[in-house]
């Protein structure tokens, strides 16, 4: 709750990545908030208080994962609402003349888009989602200690590039420092 506040504020695309894994963090405790409570919870050096604010934190997620579904797979409304945000925006930004950098590293990431829903088995997914789950997997790979190819290691710099321009337009629209044309 705490890094999410703050990654929120700061990057929204470490944000939605973090909650991702949040979300696989809340399945591998099987939704249980004793193991949460245990295994994740107790380890923060926090006050009791604030301690207390974070359990809510993981019941409300353990609400809406239940609620909406997404107990074995997918991610809740409330990240989903993140993708949809940085979707408008992101259509907003190609739509804009004064915007060459980012349109620039988009059409450069766009032959790694295209290729990974190529692989996705015809999975209709948001190309914005298709580059979250791309630098989600690399990550959970590297967590898992396994090899990554140049190939792979070349289109996930690409595609952490891109994001981390969508992430600093977003923090600039929400600051209202970005002026684009409706």
């Given at each position: 709750m705490i890094v999410a506040?703050?990654?929120?504020?700061?990057?929204?695309?470490?944000?939605?990545?973090?909650?991702?894994?949040?979300?696989?963090?809340i399945r591998a405790n099987r939704f249980e908030m004793e193991s949460i409570r245990q295994h994740v919870i107790g380890r923060y050096d926090q006050p009791e208080a604030v301690k207390a604010e974070i359990e809510r934190w993981?019941?409300?997620?353990?609400?809406?994962?239940?609620?909406?579904g997404v107990m074995e797979k997918g991610h809740i409304q409330l990240n989903k609402n993140v993708i949809i945000a940085l979707t408008d925006l992101h259509l907003r930004l190609l739509k804009e003349?004064?915007?060459?950098?980012?349109?620039?590293a988009y059409y450069k990431t766009l032959p790694y888009i295209v290729q990974l829903?190529?692989?996705?088995?015809?999975?209709e997914v948001p190309e914005l989602e298709t580059c979250f789950n791309a630098i989600y997997g690399y990550l959970m790979l590297?967590?898992?200690?396994?090899?990554?190819?140049e190939k792979t290691l070349e289109g996930i710099k690409q595609i952490s590039t891109f994001l981390a321009i969508l992430a600093e337009k977003y923090r600039e629209d929400q600051?209202?420092?970005?002026?684009?044309?409706?």
């Open positions: 506040r703050e990654k929120r504020k700061e990057n929204i695309a470490e944000y939605l990545l973090y909650m991702w894994q949040i979300e696989d963090l993981y019941e409300e997620l353990i609400d809406m994962m239940r609620s909406e003349p004064n915007e060459m950098i980012y349109s620039a829903r190529a692989k996705s088995g015809g999975e590297r967590m898992q200690g396994k090899e990554i190819s600051r209202g420092e970005l002026k684009l044309e409706d």
